[in-house]
């Protein structure tokens, strides 16, 4: 059977999708990752692609890639991200028995100098929630999904595939589908509640007439009546926050670290806060706690007058 990297690259990238329910968008990013160590190691070997045998890549062939990487000006974020990508690869060929062993093994690529969440202060997202006019479609449109995103943590992706059957209001909370297929019931908060009760009753309804298909399921509905994108909730974040006047760096994943901070901040503990998040493994949240150190030596500094 033919072990060339491309026929292996499908059969991953397959299984990233049939098996492991990846999004659309990480399936892309490994595919990505693989398609550029492919183009360097064959233009480094001086070899057709076609000709190209997962079985060839030696630990000193990856690290001249990493090299490469480096000499080209690529952050060591992104470095570390298309190892982990070829881990991932190598992992799954040693597991088939299509490889004896990863040559990642003897590769190490640590990323140090972590970027910590952005967050953004509850003052500013006071005002922030504030802003939207809940007397027009879209305002009440924006309230909801500011509100929503801000109580319950959700990613931009779930919350764009929510319909108005995922909702619980009555019980104060919501059903979304996270990654890998997982599904969890995330909070929503009398605010939340209250904005989401008042955006379906006038302005989704508002918003679905102007739409052809009467029958759509969504919760948060474009100007046109269709499913928000999560292109389109981005845009309104940063319409919000120009109307506001705020001088922050809001994106949808920003509310969600901010989300992650305050409940750590005002005595959450980590195991609940990684429920919340939907984060499979404890490593995920543990960042956070970062954050919340950060922001303690932050205010002692502002604070204590011999600090």
């Not at 076609?50 to 630990?59: E, H, I, L, P, T």
């Not at 845009?235 to 120009?242: A, G």
């Amino acid at each position: 059977m033919s072990n060339t990297w491309h026929r292996r690259v499908r059969e991953f990238l397959n299984h990233l999708n049939l098996e492991r329910k990846y999004s659309v968008n990480t399936i892309s990013a490994y595919q990505k990752d693989l398609e550029q160590f492919c183009n360097f190691f064959c233009d480094y070997k001086n070899i057709e692609i076609d000709n190209f045998n997962v079985g060839d890549v030696k630990s000193r062939d990856i690290r001249a890639f990493l090299g490469e990487l480096s000499h080209k000006g690529f952050k060591r974020s992104s470095i570390a991200r298309k190892v982990a990508s070829l881990r991932s690869f190598y992992k799954f060929l040693v597991k088939n028995d299509i490889v004896l062993k990863s040559p990642l093994l003897e590769v190490y690529f640590g990323q140090s100098g972590k970027n910590l969440p952005n967050f953004v202060y509850y003052r500013d997202l006071e005002v922030l929630l504030e802003i939207p006019d809940q007397s027009n479609p879209i305002g009440s449109r924006d309230k909801a999904l500011l509100e929503t995103l801000y109580a319950s943590g959700i990613r931009v992706n779930e919350l764009v595939n929510l319909n108005v059957s995922d909702l619980e209001l009555s019980e104060g909370h919501a059903r979304v589908m996270g990654k890998g297929g997982r599904e969890r019931l995330v909070p929503l908060g009398k605010e939340a509640v209250s904005a989401i009760n008042n955006y379906i009753s006038f302005g989704r309804r508002a918003l679905l007439s102007r739409s052809s298909k009467r029958g759509e399921q969504a919760l948060f509905l474009n100007k046109r009546g269709k499913r928000l994108s999560a292109r389109g909730v981005r845009y309104i974040l940063l319409k919000n926050v120009k109307k506001a006047a705020l001088f922050i760096r809001l994106t949808p994943h920003s509310l969600r670290h901010s989300f992650a901070t305050h409940l750590l901040e005002n005595g959450a503990d980590l195991r609940t806060v990684q429920e919340l998040l939907g984060h499979a493994s404890m490593t995920s949240t543990q960042i956070y706690t970062h954050v919340s150190k950060s922001r303690l030596r932050e205010v002692y500094q502002r604070t204590h007058p011999r600090a």
